[in-house]
């Protein structure tokens, strides 16, 4: 079993639809991630979020809000999503101390589908 | 930029085989290298990482990697495979900065 607890496991929403996804960690890490996975594809990042700052976006259309309440939880809010988002949402966290900050542990992914 | 190049995208071999699985990147700073696994509807786990120190790594369940930073390469072997290998394998790179980069990752497929 992983550490880093995602949920929902599955997700079907509508364009119109508001929904968020979340995260959990409680190993005392403050680097946290948002990934995209499609089919047969590898993980992509989305954002990183270091002692519950963003410090990376990478390019990641507006309709994909993340928010960090606290070093433990991790959330991806979705707003107006289109079908070609239908991915699984992997989260994953880490030390978060420059170099030791690797490496990074993954949650099971919010399977995402998009109608 | 950094990229992650993994040389084959399907593998498909016998129990007890020997596998080796390569992996090149290219990246101008110091790098961190890894190796995850996917088993079929499981979530990404840790196979062995490099930071620095001996080239040669051992990571769990008899897998090694070798780094060979003259290649830029970061090979996986496993010197005899069981049917419980059939996975996903990402080769993955990391730097100070906390982004992680894979490769297009592997399917193994070990028959019985």
């Known amino acids: 079993d992983t550490e880093v607890t995602q949920t929902p496991k599955h997700l079907v929403m509508g364009m119109t639809n508001k929904k968020s996804l979340k995260c959990e960690q409680h190993?005392?890490?403050?680097?946290m991630y948002w990934y995209k996975q499609k089919a047969k594809k590898p993980p992509e990042l989305m954002f990183v979020y270091s002692y519950e700052k963003l410090s990376i976006n990478e390019s990641v259309p507006s309709r994909f809000s993340p928010e960090c309440p606290n070093s433990s939880l991790l959330n991806l809010h979705l707003h107006a999503l289109q079908p070609e988002d239908s991915a699984l949402y992997l989260c994953?966290?880490?030390?978060?101390?420059?170099?030791?900050?690797?490496?990074?542990?993954f949650g099971d992914g919010t399977r995402l589908s998009i109608l | 930029a950094q990229s992650v190049s993994q040389h084959n995208h399907h593998v498909i071999l016998s129990e007890a085989a020997s596998l080796e699985l390569g992996c090149n990147y290219s990246y101008g700073g110091t790098v961190n290298l890894f190796w995850y696994v996917q088993y079929p509807g499981q979530h990404l786990q840790l196979l062995l990482k490099?930071?620095?120190?001996?080239?040669l790594v051992k990571g769990i369940k008899g897998f090694e990697a070798e780094f060979i930073k003259s290649k830029f390469s970061f090979n996986l072997r496993k010197p005899s495979v069981q049917w419980s290998d059939t996975a996903e394998y990402f080769c993955?790179?990391?730097?100070?900065?906390?982004?992680?980069?894979f490769g297009a990752g592997t399917q193994v497929v070990v028959t019985p």
């Open positions: 994953a966290s880490s030390h978060g101390d420059g170099q030791k900050d690797q490496p990074q542990h």
């Open positions: 190993m005392g890490h403050r680097a």
């Open positions: 993955a790179v990391g730097n100070s900065w906390g982004k992680l980069q």
């Open positions: 490099y930071f620095s120190g001996d080239p």
